[in-house]
């Protein structure tokens, strides 16, 4: 609907003018604006991905990436912790204007530190959970793997002798050359 698309083109352009106003306010020169139309909660977005391949060529010497909301970068907390980490890799700061949030600050650095924690309790959890689902399922009888294929060895040794390919019986009996 036009009406639909008025407002996120209105809304982006309010977001691109408080990044503009934030980057005079700060001195800093803005080397180049990515945006997106599409959800925060995908990461395969044009305009993200773009972002993501200009920081990892470092062909515009990028130290920050700013942001009118931290939901404008990702939605989840594990693709925020992932996001947050490579910048740190890449040693690229992160601004969010509308959450206060800057790690060239300490204060910022201290709440990325925060999520990291945060996201690392997040993957031990998941891990516990995990084990313990496999050991319940362990004792309830569960069997984990490929099913075992029962062959018949010496009907295959019979086989082989009578110049049968051993491609063929692979074939014949869904089994791997090597088994």
């Known amino acids: 609907r036009s ?23 700060r001195g800093y020169k803005i080397v180049r604006m990515f945006t997106d139309k599409a959800s925060g909660k995908n990461l395969e977005r044009v305009g993200f991905q773009e972002m993501i391949n200009a920081i ?7 130290k920050a990436v700013v942001i009118y ?10 693709d925020l912790i992932r996001i947050v980490e490579y910048l740190k890799e890449k040693n690229v700061q992160l601004i969010s204007i ?5 790690t060239t600050t300490a204060q910022g650095v201290l709440f990325f530190q925060l999520i990291g924690a945060f996201g690392e309790y997040e ?3 998941i891990n516990e959970r995990t084990e313990g689902g496999r050991k319940e399922a362990i004792a309830k ?13 010496d009907e295959i040794k019979k086989e082989l002798a009578k110049g049968t390919t051993k491609s063929f019986l692979c074939r014949k009996y869904g089994i791997k050359r090597s088994t």
């Open 98 to 102: 509308t959450d206060n949030i800057d």
């Open 69 to 78: 909301k931290l939901d404008r970068i990702g939605r989840s907390l594990p």
């Open 3 to 25: 009406s639909d698309l008025s407002s996120l083109t209105q809304d982006l352009d309010l977001q691109l003018s408080e990044i503009k106003r934030f980057a005079d306010y």
């Open 123 to 125: 993957r031990k959890l």
């Open 141 to 153: 009888g569960v069997k984990f793997g490929r099913p075992k294929k029962v062959i018949n060895v």
């Open 56 to 62: 990892d060529k470092d062909t515009m010497g990028v």
